[in-house]
């Protein structure tokens, strides 16, 4: 049985994912590059997770006063290679308390209405796993534009 022990230690490792390849890029405008063939860059990618782990745990369960602004998440340049780092330690732990605000019976509870984004009925844990993979497939793609970049640089 999952528990929010549990939950908080998987954000935690795939959040230091993120933050660790963040900490590989050579410099800002590396972040921004957007590679051929695709339509977002890893700073992008990074400012989009941010956005959706702040609305979808951060203030529901952190009581963060958090307003998203998506179109500029995928849009604008927000920070720079040094704040985003900033961004992403405050980020974890945000979402490390929230997750950690729970006990393992809320897990099983509905998830606040106005904010469901998948279907009809879905409880906190649903939300926490959903999210979770939401992280790791844009963590996957942040490394690849990473890796990608710093491979032209040298």
Same mark, same amino acid.
């Given at each position: 049985?999952?528990?929010?022990?549990?939950?908080?230690?998987?954000?935690?490792?795939?959040?230091?994912?993120?933050?660790?390849?963040?900490?590989?890029?050579?410099?800002?405008?590396?972040?921004?590059?957007?590679?051929?063939?695709?339509?977002?860059?890893?700073?992008?990618?990074?400012?989009?997770?941010?956005?959706?782990?702040?609305?979808?745990?951060?203030?529901?369960?952190?009581?963060?006063?958090?307003?998203?602004?998506?179109?500029?998440?995928?849009?604008?340049?927000?920070?720079?290679?040094? =704040?985003?780092?900033?961004?992403? !330690?405050?980020?974890?732990? #945000?979402?490390?308390?929230? @997750?950690?605000? /729970? $006990?393992?019976?809320?897990?099983?509870?509905?998830?606040? =209405?106005?904010?469901?984004?998948? !279907?009809?009925?879905?409880? #906190?844990?649903?939300?926490? @796993?959903?999210? /979770? $993979?939401?992280?790791?497939?844009?963590?996957?793609?942040?490394?690849?534009?990473?890796?990608?970049?710093?491979?032209?640089?040298?």
């Amino acid at each position: 049985m999952m528990t929010t022990e549990f939950y908080a230690q998987l954000y935690k490792r795939d959040l230091s994912k993120v933050t660790d390849e963040l900490e590989k890029y050579p410099d800002d405008n590396s972040l921004w590059e957007v590679l051929p063939g695709t339509t977002n860059s890893g700073g992008n990618l990074m400012q989009h997770l941010i956005g959706n782990l702040k609305t979808f745990v951060g203030n529901p369960f952190g009581h963060i006063n958090y307003e998203r602004n998506r179109n500029a998440e995928f849009n604008a340049r927000q920070f720079t290679k040094e =704040e985003l780092i900033t961004e992403f !330690n405050q980020l974890s732990e #945000i979402i490390i308390n929230a @997750i950690s605000s /729970l $006990t393992d019976k809320n897990l099983n509870d509905a998830y606040p =209405e106005e904010l469901k984004i998948v !279907n009809e009925g879905q409880t #906190i844990e649903y939300m926490l @796993i959903h999210l /979770l $993979t939401h992280l790791s497939y844009h963590a996957g793609q942040i490394n690849y534009h990473r890796r990608y970049i710093t491979s032209k640089k040298q």
